[in-house]
């Protein structure tokens, strides 16, 4: 990666973590664990579904038309990846009893 897309990144990156700092308890960002669980959440949350859908375009475009399929069948469109799964277009940690398949 050049210079320039290392420091957009950067650049973005603080952006980002500038608005989910505003966005966090205050009495969460107070110890270790509670910034690790903050930052967890808005990772899942925030970040991580919109980094899945670069990251993963097919199945992206897959869940949209799943989900646009399931309003008329109720059925509920998922796609896992790497320890993670898109449910109704929310991003959540697979438990470990799916976390095979």
């Known amino acids: 990666m050049d210079a320039a897309k290392e420091a957009q990144i950067k650049a973005h990156a603080l952006a980002l973590a500038e608005l989910l700092y505003d966005e966090t308890d205050p009495e969460q960002v107070k110890t270790l664990a509670g910034i690790e669980v903050a ?9 991580g579904p919109e980094i899945g859908n670069f ?16 309003k008329a069948s109720s059925t509920t469109a998922t796609t896992k990846l790497r320890g ?8 959540s940690q697979r438990s470990s009893r799916s976390a095979g398949g």
């Open 55 to 70: 990251l993963s375009p097919q199945a992206a475009a897959r869940t949209r038309v799943a989900q646009d399929n399931s």
């Open 84 to 91: 993670f799964q898109l449910v109704r277009g929310q991003w």
């Open 39 to 47: 930052v967890h959440d808005h990772l899942l949350t925030h970040t």
